[in-house]
């Protein structure tokens, strides 16, 4: 039984958390001052403002894996991986919009990044492999 909604949800979501970690991307300065102490010097800035900027590159590479194994249909009718996506970026979504509407610190989003980045482009890297390579459906 094939959830046919599954697919536009999955797609939505995956965009939704994009566009959130570009604006983030973008306006990061706030969330770079809450990281550091009330009294910092512009090296601490710089300092922190690189961490932030590798964790969001990182972000975006993750999605360029994701998004190959989804449009490139690798993925795409898979319902186990297009659950855990949705789910995963729908989390994301929520999550990055309290991060960015409250300013909080940049520590907190490698939480963020592990849970809802890193854990479904880690399954969709698996099933690329194991489909592309090894011409194994799960």
Same mark, same amino acid.
């Given at each position: ?10 797609? !939505?979501? *995956?965009?939704?958390? #994009?566009?959130? $970690?570009?604006? &983030? ?8 001052? @809450? /990281? ?19 964790? !969001?590159? *990182?972000?975006?590479? #993750?999605?360029? $894996?994701?998004? &190959? ?8 009718? @898979? /319902? ?19 991060? !960015? ?10 939480? &963020? ?26």
């Amino acid at each position: 039984m094939q959830a046919t909604g599954l697919i536009p949800a999955r797609f !939505l979501t *995956i965009i939704a958390h #994009l566009v959130l $970690v570009i604006v &983030i991307l973008w306006t990061r300065d706030e969330n770079i001052k @809450m /990281s550091l102490a009330e009294e910092y010097s512009q090296s601490e800035f710089d300092q922190k403002n690189t961490e932030f900027i590798v964790a !969001l590159s *990182i972000t975006l590479g #993750l999605f360029a $894996v994701e998004l &190959i194994g989804f449009v490139g249909g690798v993925t795409m009718f @898979m /319902s186990f991986q297009g659950l855990l996506s949705t789910a995963a970026h729908s989390a994301a979504a929520i999550a990055l919009s309290y991060f !960015l509407f409250d300013q909080w610190p940049c520590e907190w989003y490698w939480y &963020i990044f592990g849970f809802c980045s890193a854990l479904p482009a880690i399954t969709e890297a698996v099933y690329i492999i194991g489909i592309l390579c090894f011409r194994k459906g799960f």
